[in-house]
């Protein structure tokens, strides 16, 4: 009977431990939806709209003073936010997700966090927290939601800053924490707000910054990560938290080499992050799409960012960039979204999508090609070639090669007729016979005639 129980005992721990290990999703699980997501929209709201000044780093730099910017907050309205309107303005230009700055390292938290006072709730006219409005009306669009958290925070007491700062104990009430050291307060504090918008908002994803201000150790970033996924097995994390990200975050430079495993580039509109109204150095139309394109063919997704006014409205210079960016996305949905990745260098001159099922191939034309335009190392029969968004077929021939030793001809392709070019990136389906099978070889002598 002794031996039974102990049986019965160790069969529970052994299956309450399987059940522990079922839920634990590994990270290309967790990563399922946003490695089809192509397009995302970041968001930089905060008190630095109102100066139309630096966000957080104008401190930083000395430009204003620490008193100058937290004053900033008065003007800070948010009189006509309409996140369901930004959520519907994202859904319809293709977007799959959205983030939003709950925190940048300037401290101001945009929710009504209980642990401390510098949050719009408390500061600004806006007196209300701004985040949970968004995350309902992404999720209402059906969009994923992913929060912007500052690990650092220049305005906490117990963290230290390079320029100068008044006393701000008022803004960070500390109750019986006098035993812990001023590190492990900030930590206790910000796992704490972790906590909150974790509770609060449930975000799909965590995009962290900031944390170049410390170490791995010092920020204790395995015990948060392992907390955020004991919290919500699904979460994905970006590369900001030291080396326990889900994807990488390269920034501003589209990357030259296509980054291994999943990633995302963020990209500014003109050359800030928040709302910038001096700034005027915007990035064309074409160059968004392009960018968009070349992201996309290299297998990443576009987070694309907007800066709000402190009003909550969108500047029309960026609203028309999302309206043509979107279009775009809409006129060539199937090839955007039934895609992934494309070949890699030295086929086509230009960037290329492939379809899921292997039996496309997308060509982006950025320009109008002369002559004809060339596709190499096809081995498959081809099927036809259309000019997406248009009823055109073009004819194509294939030249050159030797079938009978696998070497496939350059198949030239006849361009399309200039109205069927679209102004920004135009794009050819070429469909296959069969599943895509590259000749890959460097040239090898034909033995066999
Ligand atoms: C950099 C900047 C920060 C900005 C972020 C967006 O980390 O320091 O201000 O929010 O990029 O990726």
């Known amino acids: 009977m002794r031996h039974f129980k102990t049986f019965v005992l160790f069969l529970m721990i052994v299956s309450s431990q399987m059940a522990g290990q079922e839920k634990k999703l590994s990270s290309e699980e967790r990563l399922e939806w ?95 927290d701004l985040v949970a409005p968004f995350v309902t009306a992404l999720r209402k669009e059906n969009l994923k939601v992913g929060l912007y958290f500052s690990l650092c925070d220049w305005s906490h007491p117990d963290y230290n800053v390079v320029f100068p700062r008044p006393d701000t104990k008022k803004d960070y009430p500390q109750k ?92 500014t509109m003109n050359d800030n992050w928040g709302y910038y109204p001096s700034d005027t150095n915007y990035k064309p139309k074409s160059q968004i799409i392009r960018t968009f394109v070349e992201v996309i063919a290299s297998g990443g997704n576009l987070l694309l960012n907007i800066g709000p006014k402190p009003d909550g409205t969108i500047a029309e210079e960026q609203k028309e960039r999302l309206l043509a960016l979107g279009e775009w996305i809409n006129k060539h949905n199937t090839a955007v979204f039934d895609s992934k990745a494309g070949l890699p260098a030295g086929h086509y001159y230009g960037p290329t999508l492939i379809s899921k099922d292997n039996k496309k191939v997308y060509l982006c034309l950025f320009d109008t090609p002369q002559n004809y335009i060339s596709l190499r190392g096809i081995q498959n029969k081809v099927r036809s070639i259309k000019v997406v968004g248009s009823v055109q077929e073009l004819s194509f021939e294939r030249n050159g090669g030797a079938v009978w030793n696998n070497i496939p001809g350059i198949l030239r392709i006849e361009v399309p007729e200039i109205k069927n070019m679209d102004i920004y990136v135009t794009i050819l389906e070429v469909e296959l016979e069969d599943e895509l099978k590259l000749y890959r070889g460097h040239g090898n002598a034909v033995e066999l005639n």
């Open 34 to 128: 946003f490695r089809d997501a192509k397009l995302g929209i970041f968001i930089h709201w905060g008190y630095y709209g109102v100066n139309g000044i630096g966000e957080s780093w104008s401190m930083y730099h000395k430009s204003i003073s620490y008193e100058d910017y937290m004053d900033q907050g008065k003007e800070f309205t948010a009189e006509n936010y309409n996140p369901q309107e930004w959520a519907r303005l994202f859904k319809k230009i293709g977007a799959r997700y959205a983030v939003l700055t709950t925190k940048h390292h300037d401290g101001v938290a945009l929710w009504d966090t209980r642990l401390s006072k510098l949050n719009v709730k408390e500061k600004t006219p806006a007196k209300s």
């Open 176 to 267: 019986n924490q006098k035993e812990l050291s001023s590190w492990e307060r900030f930590i206790r504090f910000y796992k704490g707000q972790l906590k909150e918008i974790n509770d609060k908002f449930h975000p799909d994803l965590y995009w962290f910054d900031g944390d170049w201000e410390k170490s791995s150790e010092q920020w204790q970033a395995q015990s948060l990560k392992d907390s955020l996924l004991k919290w919500n097995p699904n979460a994905i994390v970006n590369s900001r938290l030291k080396s326990y990200g889900d994807y990488s975050t390269p920034e501003q430079g589209v990357p030259i080499v296509r980054p291994e495993g999943a990633w995302e580039f963020c990209m």
